[in-house]
């Protein structure tokens, strides 16, 4: 069983920056970060492979967001970027037992209880 917290949200002008991290209790493989806002599905946001070589980002975050991990320290950073409003939702890392991430969030086994992000126009 892996246990993963999330930390570094808060509430954040539009236009700022913030890290989110993912922290784990032991090995993990591939990662994704998803998001929930209020009323609406959660949606992925951005994956990472097990030994970081493969990334991949929901189009409304490309090049702004950057994924990346420390296997060394178990941990996975999601680096936002010109936050805007539209991206306040509470962020969850989730992991799965595969190389591969995935962008479909039934498909990974443990997740994190997620973490706020509240981005003010």
């Known amino acids: 069983q892996v246990q993963l917290v999330e930390s570094g949200g808060g509430l954040v002008q539009a236009g700022g920056s913030l890290k989110l991290s993912c922290a784990a209790s032991?090995?993990?493989?591939?990662v994704g970060w998803f998001r929930q806002a209020p009323g609406k599905e959660r949606e992925f946001v951005a994956g990472?492979?097990?030994?970081?070589?493969?990334?991949n980002f929901a189009d409304s975050v490309k090049g702004r967001f950057i994924i990346s991990r420390d296997n060394y320290k178990n941990t996975v950073t999601l680096q936002m970027n010109n936050i805007q409003p539209e991206d306040t939702a509470v962020y969850s890392c989730?992991?799965?037992?595969?190389?591969?991430?995935?962008?479909?969030?039934?498909?990974?086994?443990?997740w994190g209880q997620g973490t706020q992000v509240t981005v003010s126009s």
């Open positions: 990472i492979s097990s030994n970081g070589g493969s990334t």
């Open positions: 989730a992991t799965r037992r595969s190389y591969y991430f995935s962008t479909r969030d039934f498909e990974y086994d443990y």
């Open positions: 032991g090995r993990i493989y591939a």
